[in-house]
């Protein structure tokens, strides 16, 4: 029970004398820093950004002619490929789809398997295609 009693005894005389030692401290530094101030607010300036958002957008916009738009934003046809191409304009589109509506699935090729003799007296799966594989 002492122990217990010692131990509390020295946790409240260790919290005491830092207590002590930092309550000088720190109006030491309060003295020096001048007291506790906030730091200066920085408000938005809201008359210089409406100004400077006005002034950036008084330049005219850039006028798109039908060709630009429908290849921009048209859905994907033959009208809308040969638009694009007019413009000067890329087909490309994200994805796998053009602006002419065709979707590029690679090359196809046709195979045929067949049983062929491997020189052994047996025979081996083998595969012929048509075309470049």
Avoid: W
Avoid at 14 to 25: C, K, L, N
Avoid at 36 to 65: E, I, Q, R
Avoid at 85 to 114: E, H, I, M
């Amino acid at each position: 029970m002492t122990t217990t009693t010692n131990a509390h005894h020295g946790r409240r005389a260790f919290f005491a004398q830092a207590v002590t030692v930092a309550a000088p401290v720190a109006a030491s530094m309060m003295l020096i820093n001048g007291g506790v101030t906030a730091p200066p607010a920085h408000a938005l300036d809201m008359d210089a950004f409406a100004a400077s958002s006005l002034s950036s957008s008084s330049s005219s916009p850039k006028t798109m002619s039908e060709d630009e738009a429908l290849c921009k934003y048209g859905s994907p046809s033959l009208l809308t490929g040969e638009a694009c191409v007019r413009s000067g304009l890329s087909t490309k589109r994200v994805g796998s789809l053009n602006a002419f509506g065709k979707v590029d699935r690679g090359d196809f090729v046709r195979c045929k398997q067949f049983y062929g003799d491997d020189g052994n007296g047996g025979y081996v799966k083998k595969t012929e295609c048509d075309g470049p594989r």
